[in-house]
């Protein structure tokens, strides 16, 4: 196991008087939580692995990184899409597991058929806690997923999602239901549950209205659904429950 990644080794010289002249030094082993995040490089540093790495960090975890793709973007959009092929793909995450446990993955741009095979074959032997964000077009518009991957990704990879984390067109994509309403919202997160994950969070910041609102759709039959509404206002509301 690699020494900087996976243990803190804090040494406490600790006198312990169990024979005469003897002393006893405890080494206690402190575990760093490690997640691995597969995603999109974002050379601005405001998305994709970058970003995860800043927010993996913050949450006091480890963030190991896999690349899918090399982007060309700044902060106006995105230029280019260069993919990583699927085997160094395949050989990235192989190099890490054999040296790092991970805890839970975070999976964000995957942009073909082979890639999306990679994670889930990964994914299928190795039962881990997996949030999948499906980055699906850029906020400047731009396609950042084959077409003909949507299957692959809705039959192979969702199905090993503990959570899948949608925005308003990635949820329109997903499961082919416009959405006008939270009403819709809701249809279409059940939709994307029939594909097999646990749990749907729907962000809603592209509906129309003073409020964003996010809808949480999960699997078990009797909860109810949870808003949480983000006022324009910067103050956000606690969570709602409301059944829709």
């Not at 974002?42 to 970058?50: F, L, P, V």
């Not at 970003?51 to 700044?74: E, F, H, P, R």
């Not at 949507?150 to 090993?160: E, G, S, T």
């Not at 997160?189 to 029939?194: A, D, F, M």
């Amino acid at each position: 196991m690699h020494k900087y990644t996976r243990y803190f080794h804090l040494l406490f010289p600790c006198f312990i008087c169990m024979q005469p002249n003897i002393r006893v030094l405890l080494h206690i082993q402190m575990k760093y939580t490690t997640v691995l995040s597969i995603a999109g490089s974002d050379c601005s540093g405001g998305a994709g692995i970058q970003a995860d790495i800043k927010t993996i960090s913050a949450l006091g975890c480890y963030a190991a990184s896999i690349v899918t793709a090399v982007t060309v973007q700044n902060t106006c959009g995105v230029k280019n899409i260069y993919p990583i092929p699927a085997q160094i793909v395949k050989e990235q995450i192989q190099a890490v597991t054999e040296d790092m446990q991970i805890d839970a993955l975070k999976i964000g741009m995957v942009t073909d058929e082979g890639i999306i095979a990679v994670i889930a074959d990964f994914l299928s032997s190795n039962r881990l806690p997996a949030v999948f964000d499906p980055v699906l077009v850029s906020s400047s518009g731009y396609s950042l997923v084959k077409p003909e991957a949507l299957h692959v990704m809705r039959d192979r990879l969702i199905p090993h999602c503990t959570l899948v984390t949608p925005n308003l067109p990635e949820a329109e994509i997903l499961s082919g239901i416009p959405i006008r309403n939270i009403e819709d919202m809701a249809n279409a997160g059940r939709q994307i549950l029939t594909y097999g994950c646990r749990s749907v969070l729907i962000k809603g910041g592209h509906l129309e209205g003073g409020d964003m609102t996010d809808i949480l759709v999960p699997t078990e039959p009797d909860a109810r659904f949870l808003l949480l509404l983000r006022l324009t206002s910067a103050k956000v509301s606690p969570y709602r429950r409301l059944s829709v």
